[in-house]
């Protein structure tokens, strides 16, 4: 079942729901001063809407994202992490997603349900 997308300009985050698993995927650039504002109640609900599934929050069709967008990204994985039974975060390996891929990866190692991976498209 597919949910609402969630837009921010030019930046969309959509939601697949299959029995108890869940597809988070990130498309598009995001380049707002403060997406928090917009994406963190947006991004709460989502969380509600997964919990006790296993998701996978795919960022390998994100071609930018500015040091802004951080914050909420790492929200969003540390309440899925508290919510749900498994955690796969993938990204890209390739280019400046290789850096918060490496990041992700050191955070990861103290949440309990995270895994991060990268892979070639």
Known sequence: M???D???DTLTISVVRIATGAT???KGTSDSRSPGATLNPALERLVQSVENFDVT???TELEYMNSATVAPMMELIR???T???SVRVVFLDAGWQCTH???MSAIARTLKHVNVESTRK
């Open 2 to 4: 597919k949910d609402a």
């Open 6 to 8: 969630i837009q921010l």
């Open 24 to 26: 988070i995927m990130w």
């Open 57 to 59: 929050v795919d960022f």
């Open 79 to 81: 309440k899925l992490d």
């Open 83 to 85: 919510s749900c039974k």
């Open 101 to 103: 891929s490496r990041c």
